[in-house]
């Protein structure tokens, strides 16, 4: 039997649908799609995809092309918001189409599996926030202050006996220390503690690993993973065979060491043991349950202390590098509370410079600089433009707290930005340190408190100084930070002195605090 439609009518009608139709209909919404650079046939904006300091690229894109980028990589579409406005208008006013999360392959690959940060939008991330909320109300958080109060005091008093070399290990022990007793109600006593090496392998994944989060090539190209290392990308491969043990340790041995404290009736009170007590009173500890448990208490570990011991971090090279702000807020410190004692919760309200200095921290080096990528749900139009479903939606923090048009001088660490005109420029505090929307940071009371009282802490009880080269002369830092997922400050060199002899005394006399 004959085909009743000629082969070439078909393939006319095709081509003739293909250049009056579709192919307009794409140029349509190709026009009407944000701006952003130029992008190849093919792999899009592959080429140009920044492999570090993916926020100042970005942010340089955003002053030539406008506050909602658009950029396209083989199958992904990416959509960047570098100002407040466009970020509050999408990622608040419409989360309910802006709350999913791209999925982490590179993270995945280095361990960090159903945790929390990286559940799509759905039931059981609903179930993870719940359970982190319940442990980190506002409210709950007053319960843990007088144990962070103690922390910090160990903080500075761990600083003063420390050799140079060890201040970061000081500072994050300070982080691990408190979302270890948040979590499992072990505080850490000694060096050689398990949670220690544990969580410092573990947690070095996330601060270390450059790249745009849940856009490297290992994200996109996941087979990777299995090409030889030699080839181009693959890096990430070999650092996660390292890393993947540790993260899982992590998850395990939190757990296990709440289940045989509870077991043997040593249990303090903790996240991981009022979960175990409420599967217990429901009867039920399914394997789902636990395996909830170890992603909700891993999630705390990695989004908790990382970000907590980077703005202490932070904190300290500001002090090094700006010793005038220091002597300042040592003013109003020693005006206010006086040099007998030591800041408590209660005096936050009558240090206003204090304030400022502790959020100029988060402005001037945002811990988390572009945010965690949200992903759109939903075509929708924003200004006249179209942001496909399936987008990765990155929130440039770093950049928005570069806007000229809300921050004189932006780069500038400049706490009296934020004091009432005539003494300041009256410039509001950046507002979303901890994101946004239904993703917003489960943390940031527990953040908010842990490092402001360190700050405020040491301000009082210590002096930061420049270090000296064995020649004598001073060493000034860099002032230059990595950029993954999160941010930290690079290797730099510095001092912490006791403050005065009085202070000095009273660190060394653990009942005197
Ligand atoms: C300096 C301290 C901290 C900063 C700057 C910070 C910042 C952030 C940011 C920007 C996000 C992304 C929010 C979004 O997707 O829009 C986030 C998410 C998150 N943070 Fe924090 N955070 C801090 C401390 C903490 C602490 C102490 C904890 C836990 C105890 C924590 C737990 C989380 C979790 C679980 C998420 C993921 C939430 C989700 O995906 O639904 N963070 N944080």
């Known amino acids: 039997m004959s085909f009743p439609i000629p082969i070439w009518f078909l393939f006319v009608l095709w081509a003739a649908y293909f250049c009056l139709v579709a192919l307009p209909r794409r140029r349509r919404a190709s026009r009407r799609l944000p701006p952003g650079p130029p992008r190849e046939y093919f792999i899009g904006n592959l080429r ?28 992904q579409s990416i959509v960047v918001l570098d100002s407040l406005q466009a970020a ?14 791209p999925k982490f392959r590179l993270y995945e690959l280095f361990g960090w599996t159903s945790s929390l940060t990286g559940l799509p939008y759905g039931k059981k991330l609903a179930k993870h926030r719940q359970m982190h909320q319940s442990y980190l109300t506002r409210q709950k958080c007053v319960d843990y202050m007088p144990m962070q109060l103690q922390e910090a005091r160990d903080l500075v008093r761990n600083l003063v006996s420390s050799e140079p070399a060890g201040y970061e290990t000081c500072l994050s022990r300070f982080a691990t220390g408190i979302i270890t007793q948040i979590v499992s109600g072990h505080k850490i006593e000694s ?71 509870r077991d043997s009736g040593d249990a303090t009170p903790s996240f991981i043991l ?123 923090i770093k950049g928005m707290c570069l806007d000229e048009n809300t921050y004189w001088n932006p780069t500038a660490f400049s706490p009296q930005r934020y004091l009432p005109k005539p003494n300041g420029r009256g410039e509001p505090y950046f507002p979303a340190k901890f994101g946004f929307g239904r ?34 002369k001073v060493i000034v830092p860099d002032g230059s930070m990595s950029y993954g997922l999160m941010s930290h400050p690079n290797e730099y060199r510095c001092v912490v002195k006791p403050q005065t002899a009085q202070i000095e005394r009273m660190m060394m006399d653990r009942d005197a605090l």
């Not at 007590?277 to 448990?293: I, S």
Request: aromatic content about 12%; glycine content about 6%; some cysteine.
């Open 48 to 75: 140009q995809m920044p492999t570090e300091k993916a926020p100042l690229v970005f942010h340089e894109w955003a002053r030539k092309y406008g506050d909602i980028l658009y950029l396209e990589l083989p199958g």
């Open 88 to 101: 509050e208008d999408l990622l608040d006013m419409r989360s309910a189409i802006y709350s999913d999360r």
């Open 191 to 261: 060096d050689d503690d398990p949670y220690l090496r544990i969580s410092k392998m573990a947690l070095e994944s996330l601060v270390r690993a450059e790249g745009t989060p849940g856009g490297t090539t290992m994200d996109f190209f996941p087979f990777l993973q299995y090409f030889p290392r030699w080839f181009p990308g693959t890096h990430y491969a070999t650092v996660a065979n390292r890393w993947r043990p540790t993260v899982r340790e992590l998850y395990n041995y939190s757990v296990q060491s709440v289940k045989d404290k």
């Open 274 to 396: 009022s979960q175990l007590n409420e599967m217990e009173t429901c009867d039920k500890e399914t394997e789902e349950d636990e395996e909830d448990l170890k992603g909700t208490a891993g999630s705390m570990f990695a989004a908790g202390e990382s970000t907590t011991w980077s703005a202490l971090s932070v904190f300290v090279l500001a002090m090094v590098l700006h010793p005038e702000y220091q002597l300042k807020a040592q003013e109003e410190l020693d005006k206010v509370i006086g040099t007998a004692r030591l800041p408590e919760f209660a005096d936050r309200e009558s240090l206003p410079y204090v304030e400022c200095v502790y959020q100029e921290v988060f402005r001037w080096a945002p811990g988390v600089p572009l945010g965690v990528p949200h992903r759109c749900m939903e075509d929708n139009i924003y200004r006249g433009t179209m942001i496909p479903a399936g987008s990765i939606v990155y929130a440039n």
């Open 439 to 472: 993703r917003v940071c489960t943390g940031q009371y527990l953040a908010d408190n842990s490092i402001w009282i360190a700050v405020a802490t040491l301000l009082a009880a210590c002096t930061i100084i420049n270090a000296v080269d064995a020649d004598g």
